[in-house]
């Protein structure tokens, strides 16, 4: 028997900090408005020089560093990401030469704001199966490239970072006491694909001056009708791995740590799942929503932290564009 544990785990963000303060200065918002309703009070900005790929690699390297991983161990690269460098080559193929991975497959998975999970849900696959031994799963984000600085409805939400976890295989069942990934769901619903979307810019409307001044390369959302499908479809996927890991309790994780959207939608799963105060990790109110990058940046922190033990059930949960969602539940090596 193989199990998938976590062996070391990275994070990074860039220095610049966008407070609430500063976007009461740049568009018709408050403080007291944005705190109220989605709990964030800054943001990270990268760099004019930085893209995702160099958000990832930092992170990357640091899991590595933790997890005492030489790069050319790691077999494959696996990069989250709804904000590439470019279409292509694939950002995890520049991660791969700028952290050194020479040995590794790369490639890039789309799943918007629930790509970490998918990439477990996935990197745990080849572990079990056999195919690979060592892989490096990154969820990177640099969301304001995308996000429309005039719009806000959206723009005091996102923010940039990226987090890093190197997977390892390991002797033993998860599914009888050993560490490791025990159960993980993916769901998907792409007949809601225009709740969240950056229309333009791909090939369905392809680079225009018509579609800049429409303003259609920046991200789009129905925010309420999101955040109603989002609460609904994380407490189905926690429950659903709890119930596939032999039913084990919400009161029995000893962590959540769930997609970092918005506090008041973290708040209604928390009290869906019954969850006690703190057995949930929030870290949002320092960098808002990163998407892809929420839950490796949040477990990293709370790693560092000191709030996860050998032997730790963790459960990771999150909801996005796609629509996408879906749950992971792991026994901490
Ligand atoms: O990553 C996963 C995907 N995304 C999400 O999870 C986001 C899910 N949705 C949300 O988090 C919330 O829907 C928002 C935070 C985006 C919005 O909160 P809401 O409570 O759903 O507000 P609303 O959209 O119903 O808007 C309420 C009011 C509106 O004014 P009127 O029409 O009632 O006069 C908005 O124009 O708030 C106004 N508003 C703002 N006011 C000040 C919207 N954005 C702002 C703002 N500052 N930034």
């Not at 705190?35 to 760099?47: L, P, S, Y």
């Not at 000893?254 to 019954?274: C, D, G």
């Not at 730790?312 to 879906?326: E, I, M, P």
Request: proline share 4%.
């Amino acid at each position: 028997m193989t199990a998938t544990i976590i062996a070391g785990t990275g994070s990074y963000v860039p220095d610049r900090v966008l407070t609430n303060a500063d976007l009461e200065r740049m568009v018709d918002t408050s403080d007291e408005w944005i705190t109220a309703r989605t709990g964030i009070r800054e943001r990270r900005i990268a760099a004019d020089d930085q893209a995702t790929s160099d958000l990832a690699a930092a992170a990357a390297r640091r899991a590595l560093e933790a997890a005492g991983m030489a790069p050319e161990e790691v077999e494959l690269v696996l990069v989250a990401t709804a904000t590439p460098d470019m279409f292509f080559p694939a950002t995890a193929c520049l991660v791969q030469t700028a952290i050194g991975a020479t040995n590794a497959a790369a490639f890039d998975l789309s799943a918007a704001c629930s790509g970490f999970i998918y990439g477990l849900n996935v990197a745990d696959a080849y572990i079990r199966s056999g195919t690979y031994r060592n892989v490096l799963l990154i969820g990177a984000e640099t969301m304001s490239r995308v996000t429309d600085w005039t719009d806000r409805s959206t723009c005091v939400l996102f923010g940039d970072g990226a987090g890093a976890v190197v997977l390892k295989a390991a002797p033993g069942d998860s599914r009888a006491g050993a560490p490791g990934i025990l159960h993980s769901r993916i769901h998907s619903d792409g007949a809601a694909w225009d709740y969240i979307c950056v229309p333009g810019g791909g090939s369905r409307l392809p680079p225009s001056n018509d579609l800049v001044e429409k303003r259609l390369q920046y991200l789009q959302m129905r925010g309420n009708e999101t955040f109603k499908v989002a609460v609904r479809n994380m407490e189905r996927a926690a429950r659903a791995v709890l119930d596939a890991a032999g039913g084990i309790k919400p009161q029995d994780l000893a962590l959540v740590v769930p997609h970092q959207a918005n506090m008041r939608i973290l708040n209604a799963v928390a009290e869906r799942l019954e969850l006690s105060e703190g057995q949930m990790f929030v870290n949002l109110q320092s960098y808002g929503n990163t998407s892809a990058a929420s839950v490796p940046l949040a477990l990293d922190e709370a790693v560092r932290g000191g709030r996860v033990h050998s032997g730790d059930l963790v459960l990771f949960l999150a909801f996005g564009s796609g629509l996408t969602w879906g749950a992971a539940l792991l026994r901490w090596a």
